[in-house]
């Protein structure tokens, strides 16, 4: 069955940076596009980035574009999540999803904290 | 970018009885080239990653109880759960994928009554 698991998430300070991580398995992930979608405590779902199969196409949410870099490595079955210049409203639960008509599969998600 | 505007933000019924979600979609999601409505339905439980209920607008996800079901095409979509069952207390939101930024709805908090 599809695994997704993230790993990565922290307590950092405001302007730092922190590296996710999204294990994927149980399907081809090199045929699949993966994305990151966020949720602040309390609030609703915002979708962070999406990537394409093969790398090819990269897109983002305007809070996060030139700060964020979403990547993959379809030899080790991972996505990754580059966050920059983090801020006080990056706090959220970060999850990964496989995207297949809609975001299909979800991983249990991993927290990041940032705060001074 | 498409805002999404689902109603009610929250929503009590009685066990048994009908429970209707609206969303509303800024423009159109419906592709023309291939007659589909990029909108999905997701449910989240509490401590719980989102479950993806319905795609294509009304296409129900492999496992998801047919009490589920999705309608609406364009801008004006609904989820509907005909018949309310205990474990289907959550919060309900829509998404958009017709363009990037894929965006969701506020959410909707459904309870039992």
């Known amino acids: 069955q599809v695994q997704l698991v993230e790993s990565g998430g922290g307590v950092v300070q405001p302007g730092r940076s922190l590296r996710l991580s999204c294990a994927a398995s149980g399907f081809t992930f090199s045929t699949y596009g993966m994305h990151w979608v966020r949720q602040a405590p309390g609030k609703g779902l915002e979708w962070v980035a999406l990537i394409s199969y093969d790398e090819s196409n990269k897109y983002y949410a305007d809070s996060v574009k030139g700060r964020f870099t979403i990547s993959r490595d379809n030899s080790k079955n991972t996505l990754y999540l580059q966050m920059n210049s983090l801020r006080v409203e990056d706090t959220a639960i970060y999850y990964c999803?496989?995207?297949?008509?809609?975001?299909?599969?979800w991983g249990q998600g991993t927290t990041v904290t940032v705060s001074s | 970018d498409i805002v999404m505007t689902q109603s009610p933000d929250s929503l009590a019924v009685s066990l048994g009885e009908r429970a209707t979600i609206n969303c509303k979609s800024s423009q159109s999601v419906l592709y023309s080239s291939n007659n589909k409505d990029y909108l999905a339905w997701y449910q989240q439980k509490p401590g719980q990653p989102p479950k993806l209920l319905i795609y294509?607008?009304?296409s129900r996800e492999s496992g998801v109880p047919d009490r589920f079901s999705g309608s609406g095409s364009g801008t004006d979509f609904t989820l509907t759960i005909s018949s309310l069952q205990a474990e289907d207390v959550a919060v309900y939101y829509c998404?958009?994928?017709?363009?990037?930024?894929?965006?969701f709805g506020q959410g909707t908090k459904l309870e039992i009554k």
């Open positions: 999803a496989k995207h297949r008509d809609g975001m299909d599969d």
């Open positions: 294509w607008a009304s």
């Open positions: 998404q958009q994928y017709y363009s990037t930024p894929y965006t």
